[in-house]
C-alpha cells in the first residue's frame, strides 16, 4: 500500500511562524530559531550559566550554543540516546547521560573532549549537579538506581537504588536532592554525603506523574511538572503539597527563574508561565503557543530568555495487518531542527 503523508498542525505557516499568547504582564514571544544541523530526538537542555552555554541532547550527541551569539560552537558526539547534562564548573567537566550506552559521558567544559565514559546502572537519564558534595547524580529511569559520581575525579562513588522510575531531579545545593517517581507519583529525598534515602512523600492527590522539577531555593519549595496537567508546589522539607496550578499536556521541562519569580512549564505544544506572587501564592500568566514536541527548556537568568528544542513533524499512515489497514506513524521531517528562543 503506498504511504501517506500528512503534515500535523503544527506545521502551519513554519518555525518563524508560532508566536506567543499573552494572559498577562510576562509577554514572552518568539525572539529567533537557531538551526542545528541533526536529527533524532530531543531531551534536555542544560545553561552552563556563568560561561553562558547551552547544551542540547538529541539522539547520539549534544550540540552546544554561545549563548552571546546565539550560534552553535561544538558538539559532544559517540553518544547513544542521549538525555540529561549537568555541568560542574569547578572541576571544568561536563557529565551526560547515554541511556542507549548505560554510560556517563564525562567531558571537557572548555575543549569538549572525551575525559571519560563511566558504567552507569540500568539506563540514566536525568542528572544534577549537588555543590556541597561536589557528586553527580545520575538517575536510571527505568529500574530507579542511581549512580553517584565523584565530579572532580570522575569515578563512580556509588548507587543509591530508590525504586520506581524517577524523573528530573533538583537540589537545594546544601546536601540534598529530590526527584519523582513517575510511575509511583511520590516525591523522593536522597541525603546526597550519606548516599541514601531520607524520605518519600506521595504526591497524590495532586500530582500525578511527576516530571520535570525545580526549586526555589530560599523558600524551600520545590515545582514539580505533572502528568495530570498540573503544576505542584511543595513545601521540600514537610512533603506537603501547597497548592496546584493548571498546564499543559504532556509537560516534561519544569524551570524557575529566581530574578523574575517565574516558572517555566514545558508542554507538548506550550509554555506555560506561571508567576510566584508570594512563597505559597501562584497564578498562570501566559501560555505560550510552541511546536509540538517542544516539550523540554532551559532558562537564562542573565537574560530571562528560555530556549525550547524541537523540529517538525509528519504523520503517514503506514501497514499493520489490522481492519483498517494502516496505523499512523509520526517522525521528524528532516533540516527543520531548531532551537526556538523566547523573550520579552
Not at 498546564?247 to 508542554?267: E, L, R, S, Y
Not at 498562570?284 to 517538525?312: I, R
Request: hydrophobic residues 40%.
Amino acid at each position: 500500500m503506498r504511504h501517506t503523508i500528512v503534515m500535523t498542525a503544527v506545521l502551519t505557516g513554519c518555525l518563524t511562524g508560532v508566536g506567543a499568547v499573552a494572559q498577562g504582564p510576562a509577554n514572552y514571544h518568539l525572539l529567533k530559531q537557531i538551526p542545528i544541523a541533526a536529527e533524532g530526538g530531543w531531551d534536555y537542555l542544560t545553561i552552563d550559566q556563568g560561561a553562558g552555554r547551552l547544551y542540547v541532547s538529541h539522539g547520539s550527541e549534544v550540540e552546544v550554543i554561545d549563548l552571546k551569539s546565539e550560534m552553535v560552537v561544538g558538539k559532544i558526539e559517540g553518544m547513544n540516546r542521549t538525555h540529561g547534562i549537568a555541568v560542574a564548573p569547578k572541576f571544568g567537566h561536563g557529565f551526560v547521560t547515554s541511556g542507549g550506552n548505560l554510560t556517563v559521558r564525562v567531558f571537557d567544559l572548555a575543549t569538549l573532549k572525551t575525559v571519560a565514559d563511566l558504567p552507569a546502572a540500568g539506563s540514566p537519564d536525568g542528572i544534577l549537579y549537588e555543590p556541597k558534595t561536589e557528586r553527580v547524580f545520575a538517575f536510571d529511569h527505568r529500574g530507579g538506581i542511581v549512580t553517584v559520581i565523584d565530579a572532580k575525579s570522575a569515578t563512580v562513588a556509588g548507587t543509591i537504588d530508590i525504586g520506581g522510575q524517577p524523573e528530573f531531579p533538583a537540589t537545594d545545593g546544601e546536601g540534598s536532592v529530590w526527584v519523582g517517581q513517575e510511575d509511583k507519583s511520590v516525591l523522593v529525598k536522597i541525603d546526597a554525603a550519606a548516599m541514601k534515602v531520607v524520605k518519600t512523600w506521595p504526591l497524590l492527590p495532586g500530582c500525578e506523574g511527576p516530571t520535570g522539577m525545580d526549586m526555589d531555593r530560599k523558600n524551600r519549595r520545590l515545582f514539580i511538572g505533572c502528568g495530570n496537567e498540573k503544576m505542584a508546589v511543595v513545601d521540600a522539607d514537610s512533603g506537603s503539597m501547597i497548592t496546584t496550578v493548571p498546564i499543559g499536556v504532556h509537560v516534561d521541562a519544569t524551570w524557575f527563574d529566581p530574578a523574575t519569580k517565574q516558572i517555566f512549564n514545558a508542554n507538548r505544544s506550550s509554555i506555560t508561565v506561571v508567576q510566584q506572587e508570594s512563597k505559597d501564592k501562584y497564578s498562570v500568566v501566559q501560555t505560550v503557543t510552541t511546536l509540538g514536541h517542544a516539550n523540554t527548556l532551559a532558562v537564562d537568568f542573565k537574560t530571562h530568555k528560555v530556549y525550547a528544542s524541537t523540529s517538525l513533524y509528519k504523520t503517514e499512515a503506514v501497514p499493520d495487518g489490522s481492519p483498517a489497514g494502516t496505523k499512523a506513524k509520526e517522525s521528524v521531517v528532516p533540516g527543520t531542527a531548531a532551537v526556538l528562543v523566547y523573550g520579552r
